[in-house]
Structure formats: C-alpha cells, structure tokens
Antibody, heavy 116, light 107 residues
C-alpha cells in the first residue's frame, strides 16, 4: 500500500525550532516529488513548496521562502519541514502529499500549535 | 504566481441535484489542473487530475472539464456524502497554487 505517514502533533512556544517528518512507503520514494501544504484553522489549502527526494531539488512558494526549510533523506524515505523560529501564526495543520498528476497520496497531517 | 479563483464561494443544493463548480486561472495552466474534496476533519482527497481524469476510486458522477484558464467540476447527481469543500489546484507552473475553495452545502 502506498502511504505517507507524518509525525505527531506538536505544541511549541514562539521562537522555538521544529522539524516535522513525512515517511513514504509502498513506492519508489526517490521518483516522486513531495509537496507540503498548510491549512490554518478554518481556512483553505496553501501551497508551501516541494522537494524531489531523488536529488533534493526544492522549490518554494514565495510566501514561504525563507520562512521554512524543506529537506529529505532518501536513505530513510523521509521528507521534512522545519522552522528555525516559530511564530504564533505558524499554528496550523501541515500536510505532505505525493505529486503524481495532482497530489494523489496525502499524509494524515501534523498539527502544529505555537502558543506562549 | 498563478492565481486560481473559484466560484461560487458557497453552493447550496439538495441531494439529487447537479452541481457545477468553477475554477478560473489568471493565466493558462494547460490541463495541469486538479480538484480535491475535503470533508470536515479529514485529509483532502484527489478527485480529478489533468483537468478531466478521474482519480482511482472516484465515482463516475464526478467529472472535470476545461483547459487553458477555465475549468469546471461537475457532480451529476449529488449524494449526501458529497457535501464538502472543493479545491482546485494548478500544477503547471511552480508555485502550484490552490483556489480558495467552494463550500457545497445542503439546501
């Protein structure tokens, strides 16, 4: 079964760092782009960027460039999304998804709560 | 960056009726357009890819059409489980932007 499994919910304070993960299985992880999508509470889907695990080529949405870092470790079929200094406005659900003529496989989502 | 505008924002219909949702791009995306369904508390689900291809397991009552900058998602006869929020997304030009969504609610 093709699936993406994300790391668990996080509760952090403003200014803290965070790295969440997305582990692929059931397919060749290095052959498909992985995208990251943000959904703030009660809001729509926002495209953050994507990575090609085969060579780690990364493309960011201008809205998120410099705000997050997308990376991957192909040896363990895992993609990452990280922040160096969280803000309250980073509170959201974050999804990873495989890109194959649309986002055909989604992770279950990781809830990130940033509060003092 | 390509902007996708979905209309209407909210669509109120009854089960059994036909639903027509629109997605307009600020420039051509060819046929690199996908539609997703999201129910409350659930992960988005891919319905349509390549503007008109039905994803695996998607019922035939869902169909997509269009190319270039104007696209439509049609649900031929609404079932109770179809009431949800629908998003379009273009993947022809990075960043792969989403529309703001159309909420399909029961009338």
């Amino acid at each position: 079964e093709v699936q993406l499994v994300q790391s668990g919910a996080e509760v952090k304070k403003p200014g803290e760092s965070l790295k969440i993960s997305c582990k692929g299985s059931g397919y060749r992880f290095t052959s498909y782009w992985i995208g990251w999508v943000r959904q703030m509470p009660g809001k729509g889907l926002e495209w953050m960027g994507l990575i090609y695990p085969g060579d780690s080529e990364t493309r960011y949405s201008p809205s998120f460039q410099g705000q997050v870092t997308i990376s991957a470790d192909k040896s363990i079929s895992t993609a990452y999304l990280q922040w160096s200094s969280l803000k309250a406005s980073d509170t959201a659900m974050y999804y990873c998804a495989r890109l194959d003529s649309g986002l055909d496989v989604w992770g279950q989502g990781t809830t990130v709560t940033v509060s003092s | 960056e390509i902007v996708l505008t979905q209309s209407p924002g909210t669509l109120s219909l009854s089960p059994g009726e036909r639903a027509t949702l629109s997605c307009r791009a600020s420039q051509s995306v060819s046929s690199y357009l996908a539609w997703y369904q999201q129910k409350p508390g659930q992960t988005p689900r891919l319905l349509i890819y390549g503007a008109s291809g039905r994803a695996t397991g998607i019922p035939v009552r869902f169909s997509g059409s269009g190319s270039g900058a104007d696209f439509t998602l049609t649900i031929s006869r609404l079932e109770p489980e179809d009431f949800a929020v629908y998003y379009c997304q273009q993947y022809g030009s990075s960043p792969y932007t989403f529309g703001q969504g159309t909420k399909l609610e029961i009338k």
